[in-house]
């Protein structure tokens, strides 16, 4: 059963940088969709960023444009979210996810929390 891992959130200050890394095993990766979700406290869970396939296009939601950059490594099962210019509304629980028709992985998910 595949399964994702992710790491590298925490606490940063506004303005501040964090790299989320996540994981997969037990599925081929590089035949699904992956995406980057957030969910913030009392509010639902939203897209951040899509890697369609390998070497695909990048989507990303309006408030992570030119700031939040994905990318994906097939050969290592991971994916990557490198989150720049953060800001206090971007804290939240950080989901990546991987998609192939019916069939949804999501990983525990990586708490980042941007406050002075």
């Known amino acids: 059963q595949g399964q994702l891992v992710e790491s590298g959130g925490g606490l940063v200050q506004p303005g501040g940088s964090l790299r989320l890394s996540c994981t997969g095993s037990?599925?081929?990766?590089?035949?699904?969709?992956i995406n980057w979700y957030r969910q913030s406290s009392g509010k639902e869970r939203e897209l951040v960023a899509t890697i369609h396939r390998p070497g695909g296009p990048h989507t990303y939601a309006d408030f992570a444009k030119g700031r939040f950059t994905m990318s994906r490594d097939d050969a290592k099962y991971a994916t990557f979210l490198q989150m720049n210019n953060l800001k206090p509304e971007d804290t939240a629980t950080y989901y990546c996810?991987?998609?192939?028709?019916?069939?949804?992985?999501w990983g525990q998910g990586t708490q980042v929390t941007v406050s002075s």
């Open positions: 996810n991987a998609v192939l028709f019916n069939v949804v992985i």
């Open positions: 037990g599925f081929t990766f590089s035949s699904y969709i």
